[in-house]
T-cell receptor
Framework: DAGITQSPRYKITETGRQVTLMCHQT?????MFWYRQDLGHGLRLIYY???????DKGEVPDGYVVSRSKTENFPLTLESATRSQTSVYFC?????????????FGPGTRLTVT | GDSVTQMEGPVTLSEEAFLTINCTYT??????LFWYVQYPGEGLQLLLK?????DKGSNKGFEATYRKETTSFHLEKGSVQVSDSAVYFC???????????????FGKGTKLSVKP
């Protein structure tokens, strides 16, 4: 399917476990982003990537790791999950062509850390 | 740094009422401005955008005008429907040069509920 997909859609994990959220886009967009959405905070940028093998921190990167070995994939790993990382996570992509910075969002992953 | 402020919700309206959701921004340079909509259980979708001062973005009956003099981008719709119930996010793009160019900065969102 064309577009941007995230997996899993729902995940329950225990404190201290490692968990990886997957993001895949079929547009060959150069930029990809990870956000978390929490009540009262709106969307906060965790990490972003301008191209394969280029990543940078956003507003709230602590406790997260990203990689981007292929243009189409941008996995987000919580190395040792904590309850404060319970959230809805959104992946997005953008091609940044001609100053068009609109981003296209995936459906989200709802993560619960117990 | 750049920021977006939008009116706190929730906003509850009756069907066919007029909608305004206020959004103001602080930015250096000349950002592009966006409204995104999030329906329950879904990701964000671009609703409309404006890339320069005095531009009007419009889509699905919604409109917003990029007002540089008041640093605002208020969302309006003349007659809301129950199906417009969602959370609306105002956002701006960082157009400063550097690694963060193009990153979006979001407001905290305004929840709209439309009653029949």
């Amino acid at each position: 399917d064309a577009g941007i997909t995230q997996s899993p859609r729902y995940k329950i994990t225990e404190t201290g476990r490692q968990v990886t959220l997957m993001c895949h886009q079929t547009w060959s967009h150069s930029y990809m982003f990870w956000y978390r959405q929490d009540l009262g905070h709106g969307l906060r940028l965790i990490y972003y990537s301008a191209a394969a093998d280029i990543t940078d921190k956003g507003e709230v990167p602590d406790g997260y790791v990203v990689s981007r070995s292929k243009t189409e994939n941008f996995p987000l790993t919580l190395e040792s999950a904590t309850r404060s990382q319970t959230s809805v996570y959104f992946c997005a992509s953008s091609d940044h062509g001609q100053f068009s910075y609109e981003q296209y969002f995936g459906p989200g992953t709802r993560l619960t850390v117990t | 740094g750049d920021s977006v402020t939008q009116m706190e919700g929730p906003v509850t309206l009756s069907e066919e009422a007029f909608l305004t959701i206020n959004c103001t921004y602080t930015a250096t340079g000349y950002p592009s401005l966006f409204w995104y909509v999030q329906y329950p259980g879904e990701g964000l979708q671009l609703l409309l955008k404006a890339t320069k001062a005095d531009d009007k973005g419009s889509n699905k009956g919604f409109e917003a005008t990029y007002r540089k003099e008041t640093t605002s981008f208020h969302l309006e719709k003349g007659s809301v429907q129950v199906s417009d119930s969602a959370v609306y996010f105002c956002a701006l793009s960082d157009r400063n040069y550097g690694g963060s160019q193009g990153n979006l900065i979001f407001g905290k969102g305004t929840k709209l509920s439309v009653k029949p």
